[in-house]
């Protein structure tokens, strides 16, 4: 939840590349914190991985017009899928994983909710 705020509050505040390429880097934050909840045992480098391929498998689909055509008939595609290959966003969903990392890997060393996630799921 946390996650989806920040990528709408991101929008609604935000202009230009700060909130498009943000909004990048927080899908891949999502897509980090989907992994954990599916896979709380992963370390959080296979997880930001796993969340990174996710990232790029979609964004290399839009090559194929897929997702545009989803997106004309669906809001909902158009949030995940998205609808034109761009480049950059790669980077982006880059540095999106490695902040999620960094992120997971705090949480678990302190006890947060990565960590309890983990124990409960044992």
Known sequence: MVTVGAGLGLRA???GSAAK????????????TLVVLVAPRLTPLRAAGTAL????????LQLT???AELSRH???????????????????????????????AALAST????REV???AG
């Open 13 to 15: 505040v935000g202009t």
């Open 21 to 32: 390429y943000g909004g990048d880097a927080l899908y891949t934050v999502l897509l980090l």
């Open 53 to 60: 391929a996710v990232s790029w498998a979609v964004e290399f």
């Open 65 to 67: 017009g897929v997702p």
């Open 111 to 114: 006890g947060g909710p990565v």
């Open 118 to 120: 983990g124990h409960a």
């Open 74 to 104: 669906s809001t909902v595609a158009r949030l995940i899928l998205g609808s034109t290959f761009n480049a950059p966003d790669l980077f982006w969903y880059v540095v999106g994983a490695a902040a999620g990392c960094l992120l997971h």
